[in-house]
């Protein structure tokens, strides 16, 4: 693991040099191209928006083709090494910074894919949760997008020629070297766990289309990366306005300075808060507020912006800041949505959605300028504004229950530590069906289990509770829990058929077979009731864990002296200890009687215990305590 975070360290640092070069180089191109054929600074952005995206449109099926087929680390070497050949070269062709800036996109086309296709197996190699891996790459190369500005806008100002080795060596120095880190430190980036996918050239071009197809099929995966290409179609839109003013005559260079520096660090900034939520699911619940922060920051900046002027702080500092945190959550989801052989083409698929849209983007609003329909600096932000605020809605529609179990997250931080242990803590799988076999302990069980199980859970709940009138709609229509009738001798179970069919949907499902809270202290877990074994029963192949929890007896809110939430002090820093077994398909000799299936649960749920350190009570004597306090219903869930 040690081994693997260097290796991560050093892609890490490849990626800061080509960020860093391939801003640098497109802030000088648009200087010079402005200065030489005497247009506006907005024209030139749009131009050098298109000829560095064309490459990585273009070039999407060959370069998701070499991602998958070839060693991703042989690919990233490879493609840093050209673009180093391609600066190293200039000098010897006619000075024209555009030019360049094109060529080196086709280089830039092919790396970054390659190395965003190797962050999965980089988080799993490495142990760190993919949403904090992706925030450090983004931190770094917001940072980067910062220097690499700074470097375009210092080296590129005097170049008013082609020809002249005055104005443009400092900025073929600096380059150079930032071309030869990326490649000298992209040669250890490789990773074990990477899945390659070797095939055919003509297969794999195909392929490329077949991958195509099925992100499209793959609702999370095509939400997020049409998500993730509209919101940076918006930033990047939102940049000419910067662009504009960073070669406004009248704006001095520390104004220039600060300017970049409070966009950059904002972005910066926000992929860093973004890396705070390492829980997959609930990290998503970043885009809704983040997408109206940037709303928020254009309709400020429309209403104070100035031609000629630098831009007012807090607006420019918001829209990095708020650019950054819509980033890291949807470009994480995105990553873990994807199959895994499929990565390569992924990722050429991720980037073209981002470029076109962004081509188009900028194509339109340089049109609606030239007609006069967004005439002003103020009307083009208001534009932008507009189309931030359809995407903040729309993100708090699709994920309004990740935004909520954020929010309420935050809430509970100081209140509740949870933390999880054992072999299953983190090897919960992401995907897939997935049992939650737990003991209950308090009413807040479940709200601990989501946050140790990296995906959104649905438990299933007594009627008692589920039908609290002001409860009702939000569990059955935004957490679309599972009612349980509460009654101790039925003959039919429905709840069991709809806990059947959501895993077989590939959902996750939290089961608490004692069927009611813990009541006393001397019987830690009631004897299990039949509706485990039914639901297993129907779906043996499903995945369990096994979950016990520690800390929920004696909260405010269990029966530890006297009913929940009543005559007890609020819970505050409380220790939450949840231990999670191996994570397994149970045995089908176990499944073939249900008295075999239920002890066994039981044992395993018990035996999780020492994964904190704790007493397990011996078989019998425990077993005897429990059935001596029980109402066993005939049928529990």
Not at 181 to 190: E, G
Request: hydrophobic residues 50%; positive net charge; contains cysteine.
């Amino acid at each position: 693991m040690r081994s693997a975070r260097a290796r991560f360290v050093s892609l890490w640092v490849s990626q800061v040099a080509r960020v860093l070069a391939d801003w640098a180089l497109r802030l000088a191109a648009v200087a010079e191209w402005a200065a030489v054929r005497r247009v506006p600074a907005s024209s030139a952005w749009y131009l050098a928006t298109v000829v560095f995206v064309a490459p990585w449109i273009v070039l999407a099926p060959l370069n998701g083709a070499l991602c998958n087929g070839l060693s991703r680390r042989r690919v990233l070497a490879v493609s840093a090494a050209y673009t180093l050949l391609v600066v190293a070269l200039f000098p010897l062709t006619p000075f024209l910074w555009m030019a360049c800036l094109g060529a080196v996109a086709l280089g830039a086309a092919v790396y970054s894919p390659t190395r965003y296709a190797m962050l999965p197996a980089a988080a799993s190699d490495t142990g760190v949760s993919l949403p904090r891996l992706n925030s450090w790459v983004e931190v770094g190369g917001a940072a980067s997008i910062l220097g690499g500005m700074l470097l375009g806008w210092h080296l590129g100002r005097p170049l008013g020629g082609y020809d002249s080795p005055r104005e443009w060596l400092p900025l073929f120095a600096v380059l150079l070297g930032l071309n030869l880190l990326c490649f000298v430190t992209a040669l250890p980036a490789s990773f074990p766990s990477d899945v390659p996918r070797p095939e055919p050239p003509a297969a794999a071009l195909r392929g490329f289309f077949v991958d195509l197809g099925r992100v499209a099929r793959e609702r999370e995966a095509g939400g997020m990366v049409l998500g993730l290409a509209a919101f940076q179609a918006i930033v990047t839109a939102g940049g000419v306005l910067l662009a504009r003013t960073l070669l406004a005559g009248s704006v001095t260079s520390a104004e220039v300075t600060e300017t970049l520096l409070l966009v950059g660090g904002g972005s910066a900034l926000g992929c860093a808060a973004a890396g705070w939520q390492k829980h997959p699911a609930r990290n998503k619940g970043l885009v809704a507020p983040a997408a109206a922060g940037l709303l928020l920051a254009l309709a400020w900046a429309a209403a104070t912006f100035a031609p000629d002027a630098a831009l007012p702080w807090l607006p420019v500092f918001l829209l990095g800041f708020f650019g950054g945190l819509v980033n890291v959550p949807l470009r994480s989801a995105y990553l873990a949505a994807v199959p895994a052989d499929a990565r390569g083409n992924a990722m050429s698929v991720m980037n073209t959605a981002i470029y076109l849209l962004t081509s188009l983007l900028a194509l339109l609003m340089y049109g609606l300028s030239a007609a006069g329909v967004l005439a002003s600096d103020a009307a083009q932000l208001g534009f932008l504004a507009a189309l931030a605020a359809a995407g903040a809605a729309l993100a708090l529609v699709l994920l309004y229950r990740e935004t909520v179990e954020n929010l309420a997250e935050v809430v509970l931080w100081p209140v509740y530590r949870i933390r999880a242990y054992g072999p299953g803590a983190a090897r919960l799988p992401a995907r897939g069906p997935l049992l939650i076999v737990v003991n209950h302990s308090s009413y807040l069980d479940p709200i601990w289990v989501g946050k140790v199980v990296p995906r959104l859970i649905f438990p299933m709940m007594t009627s008692q509770f589920y039908d609290l009138p002001v409860l009702r709609w939000w569990l059955r229509h935004v957490w679309r829990v599972i009612r349980v009738e509460a009654s101790p001798f039925r003959r039919e179970a429905p709840e069991l058929a709809e806990a059947v069919t959501r895993l077989k949907g590939g959902e996750c499902v939290v089961i608490f077979p004692e069927a009611m809270l813990r009541r006393t202290p001397d019987v830690l877990l009631r004897p299990f009731g039949q509706g485990v074994w039914h639901i297993l029963r129907e779906v043996p192949d499903t995945p369990v864990a096994v979950l016990w929890i520690e800390g929920g007896w004696g909260s405010f809110f269990s029966y530890k002296g006297g009913p929940p939430a009543k005559n007890k002090r609020f819970d505050w820093w409380r220790h939450i200890d949840i231990a999670v077994s191996e994570v397994k398909p149970l045995d089908p000799a176990i499944l073939v009687d249900h008295r075999t299936t239920r002890d066994h649960l039981r044992r395993r749920c018990l035996e999780c215990r020492r994964y904190l350190g704790l007493d397990v009570p011996p078989e019998a004597k425990e077993k005897k305590d429990a059935e001596a306090g029980t109402d066993t219903p005939a049928i529990q869930s």
